[in-house]
């Protein structure tokens, strides 16, 4: 059980599009979402964390109008990555939490590469 | 300002004995601790957590400490397997769920 699957596993994509990346929690529903972001040989940075049906709330440094996230339901997320460029090219992992052992635990998707080109 | 610190950035093991990872927090607000498992280019796999009420959870193969006063927890593996070998995550969450992660410490299991 808890199973959260991300689409697409990687993309590659011009400068000054945008992307879009979604997140599901596929047997349970997420009281919260997240989203992180990994750099190379580094620990998961903290984005954004998403309630459904509210706005976002992002970390100190992340542009909210840049990396636009939508909460449609309790086992959807999706994160669009507005005008991309090459310094966005990353590694992004959400996450859905779930209640148990008297505390949160999220589990991770498989992950997006992006690249921007 | 790292919340939560893992400061053995590597670790190697012989097949068979055991592996311990230590973490340790600066924050008394986290209140529920996790470790997760990851492959490069993968998401983090959780592994197992404990309650700060707590003070040892066993699960399997895994064995997860906690000593609230020195703010220190740490992982066991016994007996450690070449399927071990990845980088091991030690997370902290505040009340609102909210996790803060360690570097990380790489694993490698050697036959």
């Known amino acids: 059980g808890a199973v959260v699957s991300q689409h697409p596993s990687r993309v590659i994509c011009k400068s000054g599009t945008s992307v879009k990346i979604e997140c599901r929690s596929l047997d349970f529903q997420a009281t919260t979402m997240f989203w992180y972001r990994q750099f190379p040989k580094q620990s998961l940075m903290l984005m954004a964390t998403s309630n459904e049906g509210s706005k976002a709330t992002y970390e100190q440094g992340v542009e909210k109008d840049k990396f636009l996230i939508n909460h449609a339901s309790l086992t959807l997320s999706t994160l669009t990555v507005t005008s991309a460029h090459p310094e966005d090219s990353s590694f992004y992992i959400c996450s859905a939490s779930l209640r148990r052992d008297r505390g949160e635990t999220q589990y991770f998707g498989p992950g997006t590469r992006l690249l921007v080109l | 300002d790292q919340q939560v610190k893992q400061n053995s950035p590597s670790l190697s093991v012989q097949e068979g004995r055991i592996s311990i990872l230590n973490c340790d927090y600066t924050n008394s607000m986290f209140d529920y601790f996790l470790w997760y498992k990851k492959y490069p280019a993968e998401g983090p796999t959780f592994l197992i957590s404990?309650?700060?009420?707590?003070d040892k959870n066993e699960d399997g193969r895994f064995t997860v400490f906690l000593n609230k006063s020195a703010k220190h927890l740490s992982l066991h593996i016994v007996p450690s397997q070449p399927g071990d070998s990845a980088v091991y995550f030690c997370a902290a969450s505040d009340p609102w769920g909210k996790l803060q992660f360690g570097a990380g410490t790489q694993v490698v299991v050697t036959p």
């Open positions: 404990i309650s700060s009420i707590k």
